[in-house]
């Protein structure tokens, strides 16, 4: 058994490693500002500790603990919310990766993201050159703060496990995402709208990404690994049309904008390095995927 910390733990991929961590016989403690996560989603029997990572007095006790597995999670997450709020992007990334470090702990995790590639290669492997396509694009702040916080993990000289996600989707993962979008378009009998319908993407289910973070940390080793699911890439005009049959509403029209600056036109994840060392394969195919996370939004429990 386990002590565990999860520090973001109460948003969409941590409260679902959470509710694995319980089921699996670990303690677990959540730290979160409830700015994005809730307490509802959360498993009983933990403890969950409500303060803002930006803050200092909260990791006081935590210091002298310690923990064997610390997750950091916390981060506004969704490309609206970065646009719209750029500098408490970096703050917020900075201040977790801080704190992360500074909490004794037998191994970490950190949560990084896809878009550390930029312009990369639609299939990266972990050590392909990475790039910032627009440095004054709001956006870039996220891929910047997540690159500056994999430096501090790698260069602490203690052990860690940098989990880059590649569009991780479920149920409960709030309304700042494609797949939400498309869901609520379809439950509001409104057109379903997106910015560039050749744009291709893979989706990894929530399931499959919380095994794949659990895997990757037990490997004894620190790494850099891509999280994801390559196997199903889709345009998102075939994204549209996957949930519009499972919607049944095949008619449904469908309207178009235009791409913003620093939106990546293809993304696919390699995942080669993470099979290889643990043998982790994701199971939950995108339209199964697809047809739980709609009826979970048709449920109301967004
Ligand atoms: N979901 C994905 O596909 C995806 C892709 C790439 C990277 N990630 C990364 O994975 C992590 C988890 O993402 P998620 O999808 O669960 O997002 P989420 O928004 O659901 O979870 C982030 C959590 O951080 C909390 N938080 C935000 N600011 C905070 C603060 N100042 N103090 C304390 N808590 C704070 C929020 O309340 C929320 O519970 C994030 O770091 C994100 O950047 C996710």
Redesign the pocket.
């Known amino acids: 058994m386990k002590r565990t910390l999860l520090?973001?733990g109460?948003?969409?991929?941590?409260s679902a490693l959470a509710r694995r961590l319980v089921e699996d016989g670990h303690t677990v403690t959540v730290?979160?500002?409830?700015?994005?996560?809730a307490r509802d989603r959360l498993p009983a029997g933990i403890r969950v500790i409500p303060?803002?990572?930006?803050t200092p007095g909260w990791r006081i006790g935590l210091r002298n603990e310690g923990t064997d597995w610390l997750f950091c999670?916390?981060?506004?997450?969704?490309v609206p919310n970065v646009e719209s709020a750029p500098f408490r992007t970096w703050e917020?990334t900075t201040h977790a990766v801080m704190a992360a470090l500074e909490i004794p702990a037998a191994k970490r995790f950190f949560?990084?993201?896809?878009e550390v590639y930029g312009y990369a290669p639609p299939a990266p492997s972990e050590r392909v050159a990475v790039s910032v396509p627009d440095v004054l694009a709001p956006r870039a702040v996220y891929a910047l703060a997540?690159l500056w916080g994999e430096q501090a993990f790698i260069h602490r000289g203690e052990p860690y496990c940098i989990g880059r996600?590649?569009?991780?989707?479920g149920p409960a993962?709030?309304i700042d995402h494609v797949i939400p979008r498309f869901c609520l378009q379809l439950l509001n009998g409104e057109p379903l709208h997106v910015d560039d319908p050749t744009a291709i993407r893979a989706f990894c289910y929530i399931d499959d990404a919380v095994e794949a973070i659990l895997q990757a940390m037990a490997v004894p080793t620190s790494e850099v690994f891509n999280i994801g699911n390559p196997t199903e890439p889709v345009t998102m005009e075939a994204l549209m049309g996957r949930l519009k049959r499972i919607a049944g509403q095949a008619e449904r029209p469908v309207t178009e904008g235009h791409n913003k600056p620093g939106f990546p036109r293809v993304r696919v994840p390699e995942i080669a390095r993470l099979w290889l060392m643990t043998g982790f394969t994701p199971k939950v195919s995108l339209d199964e995927g697809l047809a739980r996370t709609y009826a979970a939004y048709r449920r109301k429990e967004a």
């Open positions: 520090l973001g109460a948003g969409f991929i941590g730290v979160d500002d409830f700015s994005r996560g303060a803002d990572v930006r999670l916390a981060g506004v997450v969704g917020v949560a990084s993201t896809s997540k996600f590649h569009n991780v989707y993962m709030g």
